[in-house]
């Protein structure tokens, strides 16, 4: 979910951090495919290197869920001419940190090192990128690996437990259908060849785009790239298919029973993205951003003002959307209602406040406050160096220009009062809507929590 962080900082820091920003970045394409992007930033001796492959839980079908997620781990498990484990051992002595993350559109790699070792995560890419070894027996070791990461993040949560169930019955035949780390069926079921044949199709220069930030010069980078990825052959990779998401004909909705201390209501609408708005509508994306603000931008937003402090029937709720992803995806409202209160009271407050938006345009001074919250904590987070590379082999991974990322803020700040109340309209309906709730079981799984609200149907 995206939260809006409250900036404290005074409009001289702005200035400076947005000044700071505008970089020159160069892109380079090598002869085997790959791409290279590099953005200056000389405050600091530092560079970040990531490398992005366009492959995660969305390119997956039934049978192998959450194997771009288990290669992911492979990935640290050895290579031709690299021992298990010995390519954080190699970072780690070069005074670096690195880590990698899946989702559902792009698997990332990522190290943060001194300028002058950009070399050594190059080399230690390069080596990964076409030589890994699968191990039938170290795979068994990280199955066992995942399998106990998806029961403690996900089947002992009962959020993300919602969260999972909510996906699977909002997305029919999208791929967002799977959860990211795949069912746990699929992962006690790979097989080395599995992991094998997906990095063989996935794991090529073609499909990768590397990016640097930090204190480089472009050429310098662009000599690196061509020494260690160069020589790197291309790959035939697969062509994906459209799974194009069926349209919706009501309200969907679901409900599941977990021991819980409290209930929690998920309500989400299939919205479009900027990958997949018509291009007469490419407003609308940033219009439901800003109304994602006005719901839960801060302390002064109308959740935050209305459902917690006014009415009390909020103990915490949230709005959130992510515009940039490769597939239509959902506007997402979730929180928890104060004791006393049922979900179904909680989602009554939530719809009044929908309904507001679908009637009453928002002033101008309310819009005003939240585009700059909005704009600010864009800038602000552009502020660090890893978050820069993120946000460019983010947009570059899903089919996107990167220069999308200079052009948010202006893309915000031109939304209107009455964008916002026309999307409203357009996507907050019953068609487009899937509600999820918690029901909490007693935690000695015996007998429901009384505390827990009925159904609310729209």
């Known amino acids: 979910m995206q939260m809006l962080k ?16 505008q970089a020159q970045v160069s892109e380079f394409e090598l002869d085997n495919g790959l791409k290279l992007i590099v953005k200056e930033d000389h405050r600091a001796p530092v560079v970040v290197s990531q490398v992005w492959y366009k492959v995660g839980s ?3 079908y039934n049978g192998i869920t959450g194997i771009s997620h288990q290669l992911e781990h492979m990935m640290f498990k050895g290579t031709e001419n690299l021992k298990p484990n010995e390519f954080s051992q190699i970072v780690a002595a070069n005074g670096g ?6 989702g559902r559109d792009y698997t990332a790699y990522f190290q943060t090192l001194e300028k002058d070792r950009l070399h050594v995560s190059f080399r230690l890419e390069a080596e990964r990128m076409r030589k890994l070894v699968i191990d039938d027996a170290e795979l068994l070791k990280e199955r066992e690996v995942v399998a106990e990461e998806r029961r403690m993040r996900t089947e002992d949560n009962p959020q993300a437990l919602l969260r999972e ?17 795949g069912w746990m069926s699929d992962i006690n079921h790979y097989q080395a060849q599995d992991l094998r044949q997906w990095y063989q199709k996935w794991y090529a220069p073609n499909n990768a785009t590397v990016v640097v ?59 479009p993205v900027v990958k997949t708005v018509a291009a007469d509508a490419a407003w609308e994306p940033y219009a439901l951003e800003v109304l994602a603000g006005i719901l839960d931008g801060g302390n002064s937003a109308r959740f935050a003002r209305d459902l917690v402090r006014g009415d009390q029937i909020a103990a915490n709720i949230g709005a959130g959307y992510g515009l940039f992803s490769r597939l239509k995806d959902v506007f997402l409202i979730a929180g928890t209602p104060v004791k006393g209160k049922t979900v179904a009271d909680l989602q009554q407050a939530v719809m009044a406040q929908i309904d507001k938006l679908k009637t009453e345009l928002v002033t101008q001074e309310e819009l005003n406050r939240i585009k700059t919250q909005v704009v600010a904590n864009a800038v602000y987070e552009r502020d660090s160096v890893f978050y820069q590379a993120m946000q460019i082999g983010m947009l570059e991974t899903v089919g996107l220009d990167w220069q ?50 009925g159904r609310h149907d729209f």
Do not use: C
């Not at 194009?244 to 969907?252: L, N």
């Open 404 to 453: 999308l990322s200079d052009a948010y803020v202006d893309n915000v700040q031109a939304v209107t009062a009455q964008q916002i109340q026309q999307v409203a309209n357009n996507y907050f309906i019953n068609q487009r809507l899937t509600t999820a709730e918690l029901i909490p079981l007693a935690l000695d799984h015996k007998k429901p929590n009384v505390t827990a609200g």
């Open 6 to 21: 409250k900036i404290k900082q005074g409009f001289w820091i702005f200035l400076t951090i947005s000044s700071a920003a």
């Open 213 to 271: 930030v930090g204190d480089v010069e472009p050429q310098v980078v662009y000599e690196l790239a061509k020494k260690y990825f160069g020589p790197l052959k291309a790959e035939q990779t697969a062509e994906l298919k459209p799974q194009i998401e069926i349209e919706q004909k009501g309200v969907r909705h679901i409900e599941i029973e977990a021991p819980a201390e409290l209930p929690y209501l998920m309500m989400g609408w299939k919205v």
């Open 58 to 60: 969305s390119y997956e």
């Open 165 to 181: 169930a909510f996906n699977a019955t909002a997305f029919v035949n999208s791929p967002y259908h799977h959860p990211v780390i």
């Open 97 to 102: 940190n690195e880590n990698a993350f899946t």
